[in-house]
């Protein structure tokens, strides 16, 4: 049997790659799950976060069956196994353990030293890519982001058919509850302090849905409360994420913008408002949003990163992108953000991928040679 490494970026460009190695064992190594596990969490990029979530969900199903480092068998054959590293393996000259891709780059090393014969390294970093290689190991670049929309949509309903059900009761649950909830508040004089919502309702609610009830109970009896309206507006961001439905975005920004009649220069705020209009397709307000920011705080690292994503894919300017990629790499060498380092390392990892993108399109773009190998395409 064959064995396939999965790296970071390819979990998060496909997560269901996962089930896509019937022939092999395929072995995900544990910096990984450190890598999405950090991801998942943060404002990076919520089409990430999200999928980042998605990854956690899978393996966690499959923690269930087994035991992961042991290994467990994949439904459409196969087996699925986390690695962790060794920290006794000999590593070849010029191998470390200091940065994530070289973690990486090491476990799949050790698992050819454990007895791994036919093994590839599955990869769309270019660096990695090009790193494994002087070490004489195989490797595979697998990228599926480019997938037909229906396609995609369908394997993913598919897969999560039973999740997806689920989901629909606790919605389902979540109005009445909402709609209780007024009523009531209304019965007692609109004071939500006077009016309890039973526990057992609330059980069937996630976080956000339950912090969006309790945002909308204050605001039924002061409507103009700033933090009601700002945790309304934050439940629904989250509840985007969560399930990339356009009509919670569109419910986040109406919140924030009435946050932000009456606090205009809270710039976190305005920064995640962008967020949601490139998501709901308004790229120029998203830009228009992250500009003001930037006006105000030229070293707010996530709003410089936002931006480098809103030229990108909003509006394919690869020239713009890569210069708010390099500013972010340079700002997170100083930056006192806690996920500066892996914001940086996301910023090289689009850097390389959008060298490609132009390379093929025909579209020169100058990389300073100090980011990325290559410099000037």
Same mark, same amino acid.
């Given at each position: 049997?064959?064995?396939?490494?999965?790296?970071?970026?390819?979990?998060?460009?496909?997560?269901?790659? /996962?089930?896509?190695?019937?022939?092999?064992?395929?072995?995900?190594?544990?910096?990984?799950?450190? +890598?999405?596990?950090?991801?998942?969490?943060?404002? @990076?990029?919520?089409?990430?976060?999200?999928?980042?979530?998605?990854?956690?969900?899978?393996?966690?199903?499959?923690?269930?069956?087994?035991?992961?480092?042991?290994? @467990?068998?994949?439904? +459409?054959?196969?087996?699925?196994?986390?690695?962790?590293?060794?920290?006794? @393996?000999?590593?070849?000259?010029?191998?470390?353990? #200091?940065?994530?891709?070289?973690?990486?780059?090491?476990?799949?090393?050790?698992?050819?030293?454990?007895?791994?014969?036919?093994?590839?390294?599955?990869?769309?970093?270019?660096?990695?890519? $090009?790193?494994?290689?002087?070490? %004489? $190991?195989?490797?595979?670049?697998?990228?599926?982001?480019?997938?037909?929309?229906?396609? #995609?949509?369908?394997?993913?309903?598919?897969?999560?058919? =039973?999740?997806? =059900?689920? /989901?629909?009761?606790?919605?389902?649950?979540?109005?009445?509850?909402?709609?209780?909830?007024?009523?009531?508040?209304?019965?007692?004089?609109?004071? *939500?302090?006077?009016? %309890?919502?039973?526990?057992?309702?609330?059980?069937?609610?996630?976080?956000?849905?339950?912090?969006?009830?309790?945002?909308?109970?204050? /605001?039924?009896? #002061?409507?103009?409360?700033?933090?009601?309206?700002?945790?309304?507006?934050?439940?629904?961001?989250?509840?985007?994420?969560?399930?990339?439905?356009?009509?919670?975005?569109?419910?986040?920004?109406?919140?924030? #913008?009435?946050? $932000?009649?009456?606090?205009?220069? !809270?710039?976190?705020?305005?920064?995640?408002?962008?967020?949601?209009?490139?998501?709901?397709?308004?790229?120029?307000?998203?830009?228009? %949003? /992250?500009?003001?920011? $930037?006006?105000?705080? *030229?070293?707010?690292?996530?709003?410089?990163?936002?931006?480098?994503?809103?030229?990108?894919?909003?509006?394919?300017?690869?020239?713009?992108?890569?210069?708010?990629?390099?500013?972010?790499?340079?700002?997170?060498?100083?930056?006192? !953000?806690?996920?500066?380092?892996?914001?940086?390392?996301?910023?090289?990892?689009?850097?390389?991928?959008?060298?490609?993108?132009?390379?093929?399109?025909?579209?020169?773009?100058?990389?300073?040679?100090?980011?990325? *190998?290559? %410099?000037?395409?």
């Amino acid at each position: 049997m064959r064995t396939v490494v999965l790296d970071t970026n390819v979990l998060l460009s496909n997560p269901s790659i /996962l089930f896509t190695y019937p022939d092999a064992e395929v072995i995900v190594p544990e910096t990984v799950l450190g +890598e999405i596990d950090k991801l998942k969490t943060s404002r @990076v990029d919520p089409d990430l976060r999200f999928r980042g979530r998605e990854v956690s969900r899978i393996l966690f199903d499959f923690s269930e069956t087994g035991s992961l480092v042991e290994g @467990v068998d994949l439904p +459409e054959g196969g087996r699925l196994r986390v690695l962790p590293l060794d920290p006794d @393996v000999n590593l070849p000259e010029g191998l470390s353990t #200091r940065n994530a891709d070289d973690r990486i780059l090491a476990s799949a090393y050790q698992a050819c030293a454990s007895g791994c014969e036919d093994l590839t390294l599955v990869t769309n970093d270019l660096n990695m890519l $090009l790193k494994a290689q002087t070490y %004489g $190991l195989k490797v595979e670049r697998r990228d599926e982001g480019n997938a037909s929309w229906a396609k #995609r949509t369908t394997r993913w309903f598919q897969r999560y058919k =039973t999740p997806l =059900t689920i /989901l629909a009761i606790a919605i389902a649950v979540f109005a009445g509850v909402l709609a209780l909830s007024i009523y009531t508040s209304q019965l007692a004089d609109r004071d *939500p302090a006077s009016v %309890g919502v039973p526990t057992e309702f609330r059980d069937q609610l996630s976080q956000n849905q339950r912090t969006l009830l309790d945002g909308l109970t204050v /605001l039924e009896s #002061r409507p103009t409360e700033l933090e009601a309206i700002k945790q309304v507006a934050d439940a629904y961001y989250g509840m985007h994420s969560e399930s990339g439905n356009a009509a919670y975005a569109q419910k986040g920004i109406t919140y924030y #913008r009435k946050y $932000l009649e009456q606090e205009p220069d !809270d710039t976190e705020v305005r920064t995640d408002m962008s967020v949601l209009y490139f998501y709901t397709g308004q790229t120029d307000q998203a830009i228009q %949003g /992250l500009s003001t920011v $930037l006006q105000d705080e *030229p070293e707010h690292l996530q709003a410089n990163f936002n931006m480098g994503i809103f030229y990108w894919k909003g509006r394919t300017d690869y020239q713009a992108a890569a210069r708010q990629f390099m500013t972010v790499i340079d700002l997170s060498k100083t930056s006192t !953000d806690a996920h500066a380092d892996m914001i940086s390392e996301q910023a090289l990892t689009n850097l390389q991928q959008i060298k490609g993108e132009a390379a093929a399109a025909g579209v020169t773009i100058e990389i300073d040679a100090s980011y990325l *190998p290559g %410099g000037t395409i």
